[in-house]
């Protein structure tokens, strides 16, 4: 274990300065630094990669777990064992060996453990469901300096909130969860001219009525920047995608994309069939680290009229670049697991998720007009998708579940070591 002041975050427009860090190789330096930060009256914050923020840390003590990076896989249990610092690409690499996937998020680089802490929404979620769903067991050092390891039967209550609920009840070291039977899929972006934004959006979400819960997918709508780092069709233009990731085989996968090539000529099309170890280009997330503020609300309905007036509020001409993504949810999503877990607003059919830079004041004006087009289908926030380090709590559960959360902080937290409230985890994207 070594301890600094500062560490670099792929998250580069929010300064973070706790007052000690933590550079954590195990279990063993997790626990030291929860007990020592308790002895001191320190708070207590965890991150990994760092595409979210761990949440305020002023004064506190920051633990960086990205050098507990393990991963194992057993291919009969169809399992993997993850450490708290390793990525997704990673995991889906270990995995791939034995024809197994995980359900991993579009980003390759983003920590496995904390997103899946956040729910989880992954690239083949409509099938299989969240990440937390297929959680089967965690070791969690809590405020007391204790590494519990949790299951449904040792701590169950633990097990509920740790699933969805983030990283507020304690410093999760490695978690297992089991992995699907996906090595190949049929999936790719199929990007149009932003001119044709209402057309797209209208085709696209009529589309999201007819596809089998094998097909997970998402529209996307942004000005991308005339930089080297773009795709070249897409360089310094705005554009409206739709992202596609479906199970199925390539024929039936290219009659289900029909209607959408059918829209009108495509700027750029890569709709292919595909090893699962390439699923990250479907969505293709900038690998560099970068300033970002964010928004996820989680709408039972979205209609196209309304869609259409929140990509003219954040098109070319908004105050600030914005990037919007439209996730189809339902299938599987709906459905909790046996014992349930924290994951909330299950019923929500769309997820609405805003990204821009980091003058604050002007995003979250930006995004509370986005929300008042959509208020009539709003069900709350989305905790994965929520950036900005912890700075906006309501709506990231449901009563129930808050009150369900707050009771387990009072008995494994009574101190808010770790933040009490409910904000962002480390990983979001």
């Not at 060996?97 to 980003?107: D, E, K, T, Y």
């Not at 039936?252 to 292919?272: F, K, Q, T």
């Given at each position: 274990m070594t301890a600094t002041p500062t560490a670099g975050s792929f998250q580069t427009g929010f300064a973070i300065r706790p007052d000690l860090l933590v550079e954590a190789r195990g279990a063993a330096d997790v626990r030291a630094a929860v007990r020592d930060a308790a002895a001191h009256g320190r708070s207590v914050a965890v991150r990994a990669t760092g595409h979210g923020l761990p949440g305020p840390v002023e004064g506190g003590v920051l633990v960086d777990t990205r050098r507990m990076d393990t991963v194992e896989i057993d291919p009969v249990r169809r399992t993997a064992r993850i450490g708290a610092g390793a990525t997704w690409g990673?995991?889906?690499?270990?995995?791939?060996?034995?024809?197994?996937?995980?359900?991993?998020?579009?980003?390759?680089?983003v920590g496995a453990?904390?997103?899946?802490?956040?729910?989880?929404l992954g690239i083949l979620g409509r099938e299989f469901g969240y990440a937390a769903d297929h959680v089967r067991a965690l070791d969690v050092v809590t405020a007391d300096g204790v590494l519990r390891h949790v299951t449904p039967d040792a701590e169950p209550d633990l097990f509920w909130g740790l699933r969805g609920g983030g990283h507020r009840l304690g410093a999760v070291t490695e978690l297992e969860t089991g992995l699907v039977a996906v090595d190949r899929l049929y999936g790719g972006s199929l990007a149009f001219d932003g001119a044709a934004a209402p057309q797209v959006l209208r085709h696209y979400l009529e589309w999201t009525r007819t596809v089998p819960d094998t097909c997970t997918s998402s529209l996307a709508a942004l000005s991308y920047p005339d930089v080297p780092q773009m795709p070249q069709a897409l360089r310094g233009r705005y554009a409206v995608s739709v992202r596609v990731a479906y199970t199925g085989?390539?024929?039936?996968?290219?009659?289900?994309?029909?209607?959408?090539?059918?829209?009108?000529?495509?700027?750029?099309?890569?709709?292919?069939e595909m090893p699962y170890t390439e699923s990250h280009t479907i969505h293709s997330d900038p690998p560099f680290p970068h300033a970002y503020y964010g928004e996820g609300l989680m709408l039972r309905e979205l209609d196209a009229g309304s869609a259409a007036r929140v990509l003219e509020l954040t098109g070319p001409t908004a105050p600030m670049m914005t990037v919007v993504q439209i996730n189809h949810l339902g299938g599987a999503l709906a459905s909790p697991p046996p014992a349930g877990n924290a994951v909330p607003h299950r019923e929500a059919g769309f997820l609405l998720r805003l990204l821009a830079g980091t003058d604050v004041a002007a995003a979250r004006h930006l995004f509370a007009r986005a929300a008042g087009e959509t208020a009539p289908h709003g069900l709350g926030r989305a905790l994965n998708f929520s950036f900005g380090g912890?700075?906006?709590?309501?709506?990231?559960?449901?009563?129930?579940?808050?009150?369900?959360?707050?009771?387990?902080?009072?008995?494994?937290?009574?101190?808010?070591?770790?933040g009490g409230a409910y904000g962002v985890g480390d990983d979001a994207v």
């Open positions: 990673r995991v889906v690499e270990a995995a791939a060996r034995h024809g197994l996937a995980p359900l991993n998020g579009s980003a390759p680089g453990v904390s997103y899946t802490l956040g729910g989880g085989s390539a024929v039936a996968g290219e009659a289900l994309v029909a209607p959408l090539r059918a829209i009108g000529p495509a700027l750029s099309d890569s709709l292919r912890g700075d906006r709590t309501g709506g990231l559960h449901g009563p129930g579940t808050r009150e369900r959360l707050a009771g387990l902080v009072s008995r494994y937290d009574p101190a808010s070591l770790f």
